[in-house]
């Protein structure tokens, strides 16, 4: 897990705070491929890896100050990589998404936490101008409710930085399609703060042993 370092002390992650509620959906899932005899560590791992080049790839599309995505993909993934960057690209022009910060590293000393925002910016859905939104790109194939609570944790972070989040958005990078969910800012509101709930569990719970 992720941890982020400010005048020697180490400092969690939103991820890894998230991390402690567990994900009900990923233990079916092990159980599944269990039972069709699949290494669930090695289809984990590939994921990741996945969705690192993924993210890569929509940074450098949106941004053009980030820098150059790698050149040494795998070749399991490359096909896949070069149809989604087509598919980003155009879902980019489509929804006229602006970005002014990327890979924007927070950490809050106050909190004790920190967190990486993959964007903040604006974006265009059905003719409406969403401005300074928290987005993020994901490889999942379903929005979850943990991600929102990422988004929540962000959304604190942020505020500390000098940016006031009007919303937050996930943005699904998939093999089909791409697709976007939004929350405003009242919604997110109420994320943030069950983050602050989940925060204090962490600090009392997280590192114990037993």
């Known amino acids: 897990m992720r941890s982020y370092t400010h005048e020697g002390k180490d400092f969690p992650s939103v991820t890894t705070i998230i991390h402690i509620l567990g994900n009900d959906r990923l233990m079916q899932w092990a159980n599944i491929m269990g039972f069709r005899h699949k290494h669930i560590s090695a289809i984990l791992e590939e994921s990741a890896e996945y969705g690192t080049y993924a993210h890569e790839i929509a940074r450098s599309v949106v941004d053009p100050n980030a820098p150059q995505a790698s050149i040494n993909i795998p070749a399991k993934h ?13 879902f980019t022009r489509e929804h006229e998404l602006v970005v002014e910060k990327t890979e924007f590293e927070m950490i809050s000393p106050k909190l004790e ?8 910016g604006s974006v265009t859905v059905k003719g409406v101008r969403y401005k300074d939104y928290i987005l993020d790109w994901k490889t999942a194939k379903a929005v979850h409710s943990t991600m929102w609570l990422q988004m929540g944790g962000y959304f604190r972070l942020a505020k500390e930085y000098g940016m006031h989040a009007k919303g937050a958005g996930i943005i699904r990078i998939n093999d089909d399609a791409i697709r976007i969910n939004l929350i405003d ?3 997110l509101q109420k994320y943030s703060l069950a983050f602050l709930s989940l925060l204090d569990f962490y600090k009392f719970w997280g590192n114990r042993d037993n």
């Open 78 to 90: 490359l096909l896949r990589l070069r149809n989604l960057e087509k598919k980003i690209r155009a």
């Open 113 to 120: 936490y920190g967190g990486t925002l993959d964007m903040f």
């Open 185 to 187: 800012e009242e919604e």
